[in-house]
């Protein structure tokens, strides 16, 4: 599988599966908002890239599946511990950006 | 910069076919010689581009299944779901929906050409020619193809001249070119089914699990292996019930995802594998030499398989959603 779909995948259907338990220990409406914006631009992405002819041997392209790869590691820590949920939105908020960025280039 | 040249898009695939259709001489100029060689390749050919418009007709339902899922995820989780969203899903399935009428041609082209192939006097000849000229003509109606309808539309009437007057030989490199060029844009997507098909049951096995968590599922039917040999009626859902089944259930449906998404991809798999099959075959005739195979490929059983078991499922789920 091209790693650029692999990667946007990987963000998305980690996000799908754990979506329910994050928006549980949501303590505000803000945050709710926050945290069901950034799955849709996930959701938003992983199609953008499904629609895309997937060619990524581009070299800006590889550095950012590789930021995603990161990326993904830490949203798994954030959520995997969830004690502060503002930190875990973070997390997603700059995951889901890597993963806007390397849409939008495909 | 971006290297394209490996792709081969849907348009270039329908331009191929559209430039040789000329492809039934192919069939004309081994009747002279390995006319049961060109019937058979023709036949297995149709087959499995039945199979492959069966594949994406089946894709086309996920992509349903996934917008009803997503709305779904929006009443139960509050997650937005707006004409943008629904455009972009819409659009993927416009892209498989050109794929699924692309096999539909080459499969309408392939059953025309095994009737030809098999014609025996130029009264057969002729009424085969003229019926595929039409059934390609008939093609117009195809969304998004572009020049395809009017190219195919020509190549058609050419046909019908082709075959009258036996200048065919040529065209057997045409067929080999359209078969290796669907073969290959096959091979480059089978990661994007596979990832189409899984993101589908994601979304369902995570609303799945949410009916469970609040309650919403009757597990009573988990126990029919212990009732049903006795004729003994499952118990209705109770709240001990569930929390005692939570784990269970859950596990029910992690196991059942998983089957269905090495089902498909076991599908896709063997689809590659026979259009790859079925490329080297039309090559061997398109090369003047021998095709002595007789049946479809083998491959094909478990794609078939897979569309019967998912035909199945969306009917089921199509009935239980109009009750």
Redesign the interface.
Known sequence: MASSLQALQDQYFYLTQNLSDLKDKCETKDQVDALLAQYAASRSNYFSCINKTLQDDDPDVTTLVQQMNTEQKSLKTAVSQLGDIATVINVITEAVKVGTKLASIL | ????SA?V?VAVIRRRICFSTLVVALMFTTACKTSEDATAAASQMATTAKDLTGYYSQMDTVLDNTIQLNELQSVL????FDQ??RA??K??QQ?IQKREDLAKCLQNLSDEFSKLTGARTSSDVQQAAGKLGSAISSLGSLPGAGALPTGLGEAGKEIVTLVQEHKEREAGKALDAIVTALSKMYQQET??Y???Y??DL??A??LA??LV?RGWVSEGELFSPITQPFGLAPPASTPEINKILKAYTEQQIEDRMADQVAAEKKASDCMAKALDEMSARIHKLATDKVMDERTAPVTLSDVEKWIETATTATSTTAASGKD
Do not use: I, N, W
Not at chain 2, 1 to 4: G, I, P, Q, T
Not at chain 2, 77 to 80: A, D
């Open positions: 910069m971006k290297d394209r792709a898009p989780l509050g997650t937005s943008q969203a972009q899903m659009e993927t892209e990661s994007t596979d990832s189409l899984s993101q994601v979304l096995e995570s699990k949410e968590k």
